[in-house]
């Protein structure tokens, strides 16, 4: 049985999230597919895509084939030095 959080993640950690998975998949050599990437994150379908189109329009991602841009590893590094940062202050 998976228990899930109580609390609700921001949308900054979403993005941060499905960056990763998408890192992740590439790296393996397969196909990255939509369906994996939103099911390794746990966000429904519907929202899966609006975060799609928000990441694409801010330059994160290539939405055609899924790909992470130079943009969206830096997201990934800075978002990874404010959660340790958080950590370190005993938040998250």
């Known amino acids: 049985m998976i ?22 998949e590439a790296e393996s050599g397969g196909e990255v ?3 994996r990437i939103q099911s390794k994150v746990y966000v429904p379908f519907d ?7 928000e990441m694409r329009n801010k330059g ?3 939405e055609s084939c899924l790909k992470v841009t130079e943009k969206g590893l830096k997201y990934v590094a800075h978002y990874k030095s ?9 938040f998250e």
Do not use: D, N
Request: charged fraction near 40%.
């Open 3 to 24: 228990r899930l959080s109580r609390f609700r993640r921001a949308r900054p950690q979403i993005f941060a999230e499905i960056l990763k998975a998408v890192i992740e």
């Open 33 to 35: 597919k939509i369906t």
């Open 47 to 53: 929202r899966f895509r609006e975060y799609l189109v």
């Open 60 to 62: 994160l991602i290539e």
């Open 82 to 90: 404010v959660k340790e940062f958080l950590e370190r202050f005993g």
